[in-house]
């Protein structure tokens, strides 16, 4: 099952307030989720209004392969910039070993061949 970590549409129209959910990727925007990760309320005049993202849940989720969406890695990067780089730094270290291995596999195929 892939999992999405992605905004859920609350609220009447043209008042929006979002539901930061994690949710199996086949499910439908506003349908059915696991657990709510936090709210953003576009409208909120106060700055402690505005969002409340839960980062420890969201770096649980994050480190058993669920994977954020655009607007929702936004709204993480704001307000838990920690788990961005911790995700950021995980896929440069995989980077750098598929590179290693790409090495690896070219020096012995040159091996072979002499």
Do not use: C
């Not at 969201?58 to 307000?79: C, N, P």
Request: aromatic share 4%.
């Amino acid at each position: 099952m892939a999992l999405k970590i992605r905004l859920r549409q609350q609220g009447r129209r043209n008042r929006l307030v979002y539901r930061l959910v994690l949710s199996d990727a086949r499910s439908p925007r506003d349908g059915k989720y696991l657990e709510t990760l936090g709210w953003y309320n576009p409208h909120a005049t106060e700055k402690e209004q505005v969002m409340n993202i839960d980062g420890a849940r969201i770096q649980h989720w994050v480190d058993q392969g669920a994977e954020l969406t655009e607007k929702a890695g936004a709204l993480v990067k704001q307000s838990a910039p920690e788990v961005i780089e911790a995700l950021r730094k995980r896929q440069e270290a995989a980077k750098k070993k598929a590179a290693e291995k790409r090495k690896e596999l070219k020096k012995k195929k040159e091996a072979a061949l002499a």
